[in-house]
C-alpha cells in the first residue's frame, strides 16, 4: 500500500447501529431487503474460498512486484480462480514499471571508539525506484537529521555525505486509531528524502523505516525522485540501526560504507484482472469490489495486498453462490502496480473515461486484515442516511461504524473518486499493520481468518446494497483545481 495524498479532511461519524431502515423513495419500503443482506453476511462467514485463494496467492507466487514473473503469475491464477467460479473475466492490459532490487549492504566502518579492524553490518532495504551506488559502493560520512528543517538548518555540512532522516514512526498514533495518519507523516522522508538530501548535495539518503514495531526489520516502499535534484541512491535502515547510527553519530564523526545495486529496466505488459457479475436490469451501471494484486518483492505480500485482493474477490463469489444478482454489474478489479506506479489504475480509468456515469461507486480494501470495523465512505453527507442498513446487516460482527471522509480513500481508486464517483473501503484494525507493512515479515501467518471472513462480508454486504438500491449515491462533487 502507498498513500498518494493525505485526505484533505474528514468529518467522523460512529454510527451507533441505527434502526431506521434503507433510504427509499417509498419510506415504508427499504430500498434493499434486509433478510437478503443477512444471507449475504452470513454466508461470507461460513466461506473460507478467499482464505483459500489468498494461500495460494501467498504461499504458491508470494512476491508480486510488477514487471516480476510473480505479478504475472498472479495475473493468471486470480483470472482463472474467478472464471472457475462462474464470473466474466477480461484481463486489461496495463503497462507497468520494471525495477530490480539487486545486491544491498551497508557497513559501519568508522566513528568515535572505534576498534581498528571491525566493521559492523547495518540492516537496510534499498528504497524502490532507487538508483545505483557504483558497483563497489561509496564511503562517506554521515549526517543525522531529523526532519526536513534540519536538513535545511544544516545545509552547508551535507555536501558529500550521507544524510540519514532519523524520524521515528508515531505508534502512539497508530495505537490510538490514526495509522493512516502517522504513515501519511513519516513516508514524506522516504518518498522525498533523496531529492531533499540531493539539493544540498548529499551523495546517498537513508531514511528510517517506516514502521510501528522493533523487530530489526526494514520497510520498503516507493521513492519518488524530483526533477531539480540529482538522483542518489537511497534506502531505509531499520529502526534500531537508525537508532544505532544517531547514538553514534552524537558522540563524533562515523562514516558508512553503502552498496547498493537496482536496476530499472523498461516498463513491462501486465494487467488488470476485471471479473463480472452482471447487473439483472441495469447491467451496464457498475459497482466495483477491488484489491491490488502487485506486492512489494521482501515477502508474500498477504496483509499488502494479498488480503484485500482475495476479500473483494470472495465478496463477489459469495454472491454468485447465493445465486444473488444485482439490478447493476458488481465487478471485481484486480488492480495491478499499486505500490510503484499506478499503472493499473491508469489504464482503468483511461478505459472509463468517455462513460464515467456508468461507473456508480468504487470500492477498495487496501489496509490489511485487521478486524473490520465499519465502512469509510467519501460521498456527499446527506448519502450517509441511505447506509444505515450496511451497518444493521453487520452488526453480529461489530462492523457498525460509518466513517464519512473527504478525499481518497484507497489508491488505485482515487481517479475515480476525483471524478466524482463515490468511494469506499472497509474500515479495519490498523494498530498492527505497520508492524508488518513492506517487510520480510508480511506473510500468511499475520492473518486470521475469521478476520478475513468478516472483511469478505463487509464487503459483500456493501457492494450488493450499492448494485441493488433502486438509484445510485448522489456524485460527489469535484473540487476545483
Not at 303 to 319: R, S
Not at 414 to 436: I, K, N
Amino acid at each position: 500500500m502507498i498513500v498518494a495524498r493525505v485526505s484533505r479532511c474528514a468529518v467522523f461519524l460512529l454510527a451507533a447501529l441505527s434502526t431506521a431502515p434503507a433510504w427509499s423513495a417509498d419510506a415504508e419500503q427499504p430500498a434493499v431487503d434486509p433478510v437478503v443482506l443477512a444471507k449475504i453476511r452470513d454466508a461470507a462467514l461460513s466461506s473460507d474460498w478467499a482464505w483459500q485463494r489468498l494461500s495460494d496467492l501467498t504461499d504458491k507466487i508470494g512476491p508480486r512486484l510488477s514487471g516480476s514473473p510473480g505479478a504475472e503469475a498472479a495475473v493468471v491464477q486470480v483470472a482463472a480462480a474467478l472464471q472457475a467460479a462462474g464470473l466474466t473475466v477480461t484481463l486489461q492490459p496495463a503497462k507497468v514499471p520494471h525495477w530490480v532490487r539487486g545486491e544491498e549492504q551497508a557497513e559501519l566502518v568508522d566513528y568515535p571508539g572505534h576498534p581498528a579492524g571491525l566493521t559492523q553490518h547495518l540492516h537496510l532495504t534499498t528504497l524502490g525506484g532507487s538508483v545505483a551506488t557504483p558497483k563497489k559502493g561509496l564511503t562517506a560520512p554521515v549526517l543525522v537529521v531529523h526532519s526536513f528543517d534540519d536538513l535545511k538548518a544544516h545545509a552547508a555540512e551535507a555536501k558529500g555525505r550521507i544524510v540519514l532522516f532519523d524520524n521515528a514512526f508515531d505508534q502512539d498514533l497508530a495505537d490510538n486509531g490514526h495509522a493512516m495518519s502517522a504513515y501519511g507523516q513519516a513516508v514524506a522522508y522516504r518518498v522525498q528524502g533523496a531529492s531533499a538530501a540531493a539539493r544540498v548535495g548529499a551523495v546517498a539518503s537513508l531514511i528510517r523505516s517506516v514502521g510501528g514495531a522493533d523487530f530489526r526489520l526494514p520497510h520498503t516502499g516507493v521513492m519518488k525522485y524530483e526533477d531539480d535534484a540529482p538522483k542518489i541512491p537511497t534506502a531505509a535502515l531499520t529502526a534500531e540501526d537508525a537508532m544505532w547510527v544517531a547514538r553514534l553519530a552524537a558522540q563524533g564523526p562515523v562514516s558508512l560504507h553503502l552498496t547498493l545495486t537496482p536496476q530499472t529496466l523498461p516498463d513491462a505488459d501486465s494487467h488488470n484482472v476485471l471479473a463480472d457479475l452482471p447487473g439483472s436490469d441495469k447491467p451496464d451501471e457498475v459497482v466495483v469490489v477491488s484489491g491490488h494484486l502487485d506486492s512489494w518483492d521482501l515477502a508474500q505480500g498477504a496483509i499488502d495486498d494479498g488480503a484485500g485482493i482475495t476479500a473483494a474477490m470472495g465478496a463477489v463469489q459469495v454472491l454468485k453462490s447465493l445465486g444473488l444478482q444485482a439490478h447493476r454489474t458488481i465487478r471485481v478489479v484486480g488492480w495491478m502496480n499499486e505500490e510503484n506506479g499506478s499503472g493499473g489504475s491508469k489504464a482503468y480509468f483511461a478505459a472509463a473515461k468517455d462513460k464515467l456515469a456508468q461507473q456508480t461507486a468504487v470500492i477498495e480494501s487496501d489496509s490489511g486484515a485487521g478486524k473490520p470495523l465499519g465502512v469509510i465512505a467519501s460521498v456527499t453527507l446527506d448519502s450517509l442516511a441511505r447506509l444505515s442498513a450496511v451497518s444493521k446487516a453487520l452488526q453480529p460482527i461489530g462492523a457498525t461504524a460509518l466513517e464519512r471522509r473527504d478525499g481518497e480513500v484507497g489508491a488505485d481508486i482515487s481517479p475515480l473518486q476525483d471524478a466524482g464517483v463515490p468511494g469506499f473501503a472497509p474500515m479495519v484494525d490498523t494498530r498492527e499493520y505497520f508492524y508488518y507493512h513492506h517487510t520480510a515479515a508480511d506473510t500468511l501467518d499475520k492473518i486470521k481468518p475469521e478476520n478475513l471472513r468478516r472483511q469478505v462480508a463487509t464487503m459483500a454486504v456493501l457492494a450488493y446494497y450499492l448494485a441493488e438500491m433502486p438509484e445510485p449515491l448522489p456524485r460527489v462533487p469535484v473540487k476545483a483545481e
